[in-house]
């Protein structure tokens, strides 16, 4: 008998453990991706200030172009009412042909097929220490 309700607290402090350690701090609500330079990312609250976070977007167009970029993102970003906005370009514009640098600022809400964001605690983003990831569709930038 003791045993059996030894099992059972067991059992209930793992699933404590699982679920309030496999929460999300925050999540991305919604991405708005102009023509242009820039794109943002929404989240449904503040960044956590204890750490820092790296997020990788990548952009499916309906004709088929992807294109993935990187960057941190910071308490400490251009950030107004949790989105923070951030480049589409990785390097510095010389590394990009003219027409490389045209099909990126084309890249928008209203041609893009699917968008993947993925929130990782990493700079070298290690799939271990992702903390979430989101998928947008064609439907989601309607």
């Known amino acids: 008998m003791i045993k059996h309700n030894l099992l059972l607290v067991l059992a209930a402090v793992a699933v404590f453990l699982t679920v309030s350690c496999s ?6 609500e919604q991405v708005e991706v102009a023509q242009g330079r820039n794109f943002s990312i929404c989240l449904d609250k503040p960044l956590p200030p204890e750490k820092q976070y790296f997020y990788s977007i990548q952009f499916i167009t309906k004709d088929s172009l992807r294109y993935t970029t990187v960057g941190p993102l910071t308490a400490d970003s251009t950030a107004t009412d ?9 390097y510095s514009m010389s590394a990009y042909a003219d027409e490389t640098i045209s099909a990126i ?32 569709t064609a439907e989601d930038f309607k």
Not at 23 to 28: G, H, I, R, S
Not at 112 to 135: A, P, S
């Open 105 to 136: 600022e084309n890249i928008s809400n209203q041609n893009l097929d699917t968008c993947r964001v993925q929130i990782y605690t990493d700079r070298q983003l290690e799939q271990g220490k992702m903390v979430l990831e989101k998928v947008f």
């Open 23 to 28: 929460k999300k701090p925050f999540d991305v």
């Open 82 to 90: 949790n989105c923070f906005t951030e480049t589409k370009f990785r």
